[in-house]
């Protein structure tokens, strides 16, 4: 029994995918396991196996196409039957007719009347000659009876009428020039399926959600004193704490703290809508060798700050090797970006689509701040710029909610509460 295979769906939220690549050849078998097709989205590539032993007998989707969930990409059978037959040459198309030439039109020339109405006697070929020759037959005298034209006074008048001198014709000028582009040297490159989705998916959510931005410092000299503490605990056995999990604590305590953060907007239904998730999860931006990846720490808002770290560290793992499903992927209004240990000040960041806002984190600066004496003190400062989608939240709600981050960065021991 020949049977299809469509798209697979592999997350909740997918409704297509890119067909990165064919495992196995039409007329190949397979056994249970094997890997048929790897399929792409905006975030992860899987490798789709088959549930059972067949035959694949063709392919109706090339790899490379972008595929709706449940479309019929390929046949296959338990039993090889039913391959598919060779394609017949196709029939070559008739020979057209050559086109018949029409004649110009044989119909005689009506005659010709002078201005106040009198016929001018003409023949009917002198009339066709005269038109040819644009002679006008009224300022011709013929030489036929009654003073008919004939052919020959036509040809008369034309040789003997004044040859007409063309009007002075402005010089002309040089058309203008457009400026010239120059190519810009290089090699040119195709970007990846995930490229090109990423890509596609990014400029319409900086196109569509109408962004807005909030910079602030936070001074962390005990932040910083407070996680080389931690870690300096090495027979513990607990894992190191790294900045970006003293971030991750932050945002997630600002989120226990207002909920109202954790709403991101829905545009299926007609006019939109607002979905309140109330979970606490947080995106978390990880660097990996096939690009940047945000997926989402589950409960992060109340999770102990050991308890955040470890999860956190298996997240960022699985992502750099590969292993991340689209489950991984869900839910989450706010990721936090931390690019600090790339010698960024500030980083604006746009917002992952589906989400509602994320903080972009920059590096850790010295620098020297006045004290209420107004003696310069020496602080470091993390950079922090908050973007957030103005279709749910005002200046004043985001700059609450980056506040509460900035009091838990500033006053650490409150992270290692639980909140």
């Known amino acids: 029994?020949?049977?299809?295979?469509?798209?697979?769906?592999?997350?909740?939220?997918?409704?297509?995918?890119?067909?990165?690549?064919?495992?196995?050849?039409?007329?190949?078998?397979?056994?249970?396991?094997?890997?048929?097709?790897?399929?792409?989205?905006?975030?992860?590539?899987?490798?789709?196996?088959?549930?059972?032993?067949?035959?694949?007998?063709?392919?109706?989707?090339?790899?490379?196409?972008?595929?709706?969930?449940?479309?019929?990409?390929?046949?296959?059978?338990?039993?090889?039957?039913?391959?598919?037959?060779?394609?017949?040459?196709?029939?070559?198309?008739?020979?057209?007719?050559?086109?018949?030439?029409?004649?110009?039109?044989?119909?005689?020339?009506?005659?010709?009347?002078?201005?106040?109405?009198?016929?001018?006697?003409?023949?009917?070929?002198?009339?066709?000659?005269?038109?040819?020759?644009?002679?006008?037959?009224?300022a011709v005298t013929g030489s036929g009876p009654r003073g008919r034209i004939k052919v020959a006074d036509v040809e008369a008048a034309a040789q003997t009428r004044p040859i007409p001198q063309p009007a002075p014709q402005p010089a002309p000028q040089p058309a203008p020039q457009a400026p010239k582009i120059e190519t810009p040297a290089g090699d040119r490159s195709k970007p990846t399926t995930l490229q090109a989705t990423v890509a596609r998916r990014l400029t319409a959510a900086k196109r569509d959600v109408p962004h807005f931005y909030l910079a602030a410092e936070a001074e962390v000299t005990e932040l910083a004193a407070l996680r080389d503490r931690l870690n300096a605990d090495t027979e513990s056995g607990l894992p190191r704490i790294s900045m970006t999990h003293l971030v991750l604590a932050a945002v997630g305590r600002a989120l226990a703290a207002m909920p109202e953060m954790d709403r991101v907007w829905d545009d299926e239904p007609a006019g939109g809508a607002i979905l309140a998730l109330g979970r606490g999860d947080i995106g978390m931006a990880v660097d990996t060798p096939r690009g940047l990846v945000a997926p989402v720490l589950r409960g992060a808002a109340t999770l102990p700050l050991d308890r955040l770290a470890a999860e956190a560290a298996s997240l960022t793992r699985r992502a750099r090797d590969g292993r991340l499903t689209e489950e991984d992927f869900q839910g989450g209004a706010v990721t936090v970006s931390n690019a600090g240990m790339h010698n960024v000040t500030y980083m604006t960041s746009i917002i992952n689509p589906g989400q509602s806002s994320i903080l972009g984190v920059g590096s850790v600066r010295s620098v020297f701040r006045p004290d209420e004496a107004g003696a310069p003190v020496l602080k470091r400062e993390l950079g922090l710029v908050l973007s957030a989608d103005h279709r749910l939240f005002d200046g004043v709600t985001a700059l609450t909610f980056l506040n509460r981050i900035i009091a838990g960065l500033e006053r650490p021991l409150r992270l290692l509460r639980a909140a």
Request: hydrophobic fraction near 45%; glycine fraction near 8%.
């Open 1 to 138: 029994m020949v049977r299809e295979l469509v798209m697979p769906k592999l997350g909740l939220t997918m409704t297509e995918g890119v067909l990165a690549e064919w495992r196995v050849s039409p007329g190949q078998p397979f056994r249970s396991g094997d890997v048929l097709l790897v399929v792409e989205t905006d975030k992860i590539a899987s490798e789709v196996e088959a549930d059972s032993d067949g035959v694949l007998i063709e392919t109706t989707i090339p790899a490379g196409e972008t595929v709706a969930v449940g479309t019929p990409i390929a046949r296959w059978s338990a039993d090889g039957a039913g391959a598919a037959p060779a394609p017949q040459p196709a029939e070559a198309p008739a020979a057209k007719a050559a086109p018949i030439a029409v004649p110009a039109s044989t119909r005689p020339l009506p005659a010709p009347v002078r201005a106040n109405g009198e016929r001018i006697l003409s023949t009917p070929l002198a009339r066709r000659r005269a038109e040819g020759l644009g002679v006008d037959l009224a």
